[in-house]
């Protein structure tokens, strides 16, 4: 068992946090075993102890009433019986109008290291964003750099909510048009999206993978939030290579890609307004649902063809993207703590 197995945060809607034992997918809570989890210490983002401990060695699962208002990230410092002292938020952000929108941090990688909580994002288009959700971002998350992996006709049909963006805020655009309709439709007919994803990978190393990491090289663009339509394919690719880069092992990137089917009925909903989208449901709705979930086979593919074919995701980035070793060196420093 991974920590990730059954460590997440999750928010209630009175603001209350709890702490349970989640499968990968992140929708089937289970009961945790006893001594699991020994102390819940809230703290703010820095680590910094900003409540009392509480010791829960004697429970099988624990909740934390806080009182922080509903604008507030929430982090904890728990201590486990078998992964010591782990520091977790919140993975989904608890926005109004983007259901998918996640924090990346906390992953283990295989040195033993983690990623930086609230520094890279992964969600769904931001087009739905309320002005509540404008005010968090801002205040509580601080977003420098909106990455959109949309193409054209999809950012003019559903254009992102930028109005909560500050001046040092920027929009980057890395169009992935990949004629989505026809490829979505193709992908039907031949049961899944694995191949989509290679040929992402093969085809768009340079123009697309390479400048998203650039930007992560430099800490001025950070905090940092990618997305596409549903957060979950061009995203998940772009995820995936990142993670890997940084050293997260294939077992969690796969987790974390299977994260998006929590948010799947939400998306569902806004893809049947989407008019690039609306009539590839009408149509054939069976064989599209199926692609809506975020089946872990396809990014396993995926991963094997990158171990095949460029001997991981490092040689892949070193030999395919162009990025050197001490810029790897250096998204790892900046990525991780």
Known sequence: MRQDDYLKLIRTPDVDVELEVVDQNGNTKVTAREGIILSITPCDVSGRPIGKRLDVRDKKSASVTANWSSKSRIYFLVETTRFGKLFVAERFL?????????????????SGQHVRWNTIFRSASLNRLTAKDGSYLQTQVGIRTVCDFRGLSEREASPNITDWMT???K????????????????????????????NLVDTRATDIIKPFLEQLLDAKKLPFVYHCTAGKDRTGVASAILLGLIGVPDTTIVADFSLTNVATPTLVAEMEKNPK????????????????????????????????KYGGIEGYVRNAVGLNGTDIAALRQRLLQ
Not at 172 to 196: H, Q, V, Y
Not at 286 to 305: N, R
């Open 167 to 169: 001046p040092n805020a």
């Open 277 to 308: 989208y609306a009539p590839l449901l009408k149509t054939n709705r069976a064989a599209m649902m199926k692609l809506l979930v975020a089946d872990p086979a396809w990014m396993e593919q995926m991963l094997t063809h990158i171990n095949k």
């Open 171 to 198: 929009m980057l655009l890395l169009s992935i048009e990949a004629d989505t309709g026809k490829s979505l439709s193709a992908a039907a007919m031949t049961g899944g999206l694995g191949d989509f994803y290679i």
């Open 94 to 110: 608890p926005l109004e109008g983007a259901k998918n929108f996640r924090d990346l941090g906390g992953y283990r990688t295989k």
